[in-house]
């Protein structure tokens, strides 16, 4: 009889442990949505895609040139920051902290916008 108690106890204790932790906000998965993420631009055809993407802040965003021509990205409004030229199959990684218009001065047709939330 106390063999069972005690076993009884010991299923109980677990089982309260476990129901006191389902509910916690740092499961696995809630703890790799809040890691930087890493999210890719294609320049393809003389046009970033997707030409708008949201983001968090802090995420990365790599733009890779798949164009037979040379492109660059730059930050529109202040010009806070732009890639060197990227040569065909080059890529470039930017890491993101606030929302920005982007263009290629190299051919001021192609832009793209970068939404954080």
């Known amino acids: 009889m106390k063999r069972s108690f005690r076993s009884f106890t ?4 677990l089982v309260l442990i476990l129901a006191g932790t389902s509910g916690c ?7 790799y949505k809040s890691l930087p993420q890493t999210h890719t631009i ?3 055809r003389m046009v970033f895609s997707p030409s ?3 983001i968090r802040k802090g995420d990365t965003v ?3 040139n798949h164009d037979p021509l040379d492109h660059d990205i730059t930050e529109v409004d202040k010009k806070l920051w732009s890639s ?4 065909p199959g080059k890529s470039w990684a930017k890491e993101i902290m606030e929302s920005a ?4 001065s ?12």
């Open 84 to 87: 060197s030229p990227l040569h």
């Open 106 to 117: 190299l051919h001021v047709v192609m832009k793209g916008k970068i939404i954080v939330q």
């Open 25 to 31: 906000a740092s499961t696995p998965e809630n703890h």
């Open 101 to 104: 218009n982007y263009y290629c």
């Open 52 to 54: 708008e993407i949201t």
């Open 42 to 44: 294609e320049i393809k």
């Open 10 to 13: 010991i299923l109980g204790v």
């Open 62 to 64: 790599v733009f890779i």
